[in-house]
């Protein structure tokens, strides 16, 4: 399931811009400018809060096309601050969208190059979610591994042979035949580098996807093309794979090297970082708009829309903790 997911979504980046109503889907950022400014001011705050005349560098993991970048960047720029910026991007066909929205970014096809020395302000936005996923399911047999097969010429989900009930938490022990859980090492493996770095160089980090601190059971992968969900073994390559981030256990891999980690909904982060006051500004800016913003502000906040499936995650270098 992990390679499948890996594998299609490699394939899937690389050759298209799947982002916007013309796409397969749309994201915050797309949404309205005010996402990635709200973002902008936050980090600001931290810049000022480090006091320190060095250099500083802007991340961005899976910038998309490059307007959360532009939109925080432009607000940084007016409060003289002017990044670095360094992208973390595998697909090329989004990294040429990229360079027509932000001009001076230098391209990394992973976390791991990243510069070491200056404070990072990392962000993130819907990308942990494409990241693989490898599912494990309570059989008659045991703990087995999700697999999949060909089925005359289709494929399908299939448990493996291989006894996995060692890799299982001990509370799990019991659970009922047919409990499935899912386990992200990709989305650790970039977790902890993340946050020994922050720790190590100082700087924020903010992660916004959809997920849950403590995800229930069962297959949270689906695959979306077009705006709609299709299955996912319907389109390898063709279609937005995802699957649910799971915050809690991304949090404690972050605690543990080193990081505070703190998980709001992304409509309380947004509202308590101002979202609310600049729907208002660009109102009265430009009059003929106002419902436009109010719409966006609802959209991006509103627990019936984005606001409580998506959560904001903020990582600090913890200071009682001794740097790796
Ligand atoms: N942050 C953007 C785009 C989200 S789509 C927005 O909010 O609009 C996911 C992004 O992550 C894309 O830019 C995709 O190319 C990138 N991506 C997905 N898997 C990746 C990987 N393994 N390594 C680097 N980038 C990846």
Redesign the pocket.
Known sequence: MAHYI?ES??HY??HRD??GQAGD??????ISQM?GEIIGLALVSKWLEIAAPCPIAYA??????G??ARDALRVMARAGLKPEVHF????P??REV?TGNVSAATWH??ISSLPEGMPLLI?????F????VRQLALTERGWREVMLAHDNGSLTAITGNQPMDQAIPAHLKNAPTGTLIETSP?SHAVMREMAIRLKRSGGMALI?DYGEETPGFGSSVQAIHNHEKIDIFSRPGEA?LTAHVNFGALMETARGAGCSARLFTQGDWLKSNGIVERTRQLANAEPSRRSEQVAALERLASPQQMGDLFKCLVLLPDPRIRAE
């Open positions: 890996a979504n490699a980046y690389s799947p982002l889907f749309v994201t915050a950022p797309e996402f961005e993991l899976g910038p998309g096309r307007t959360l973390v991007e595998a697909s066909a989004l990229q096809q992973d962000v993130a936005n819907e990308f979610d494409a990241l693989p990709a916004f937005d």
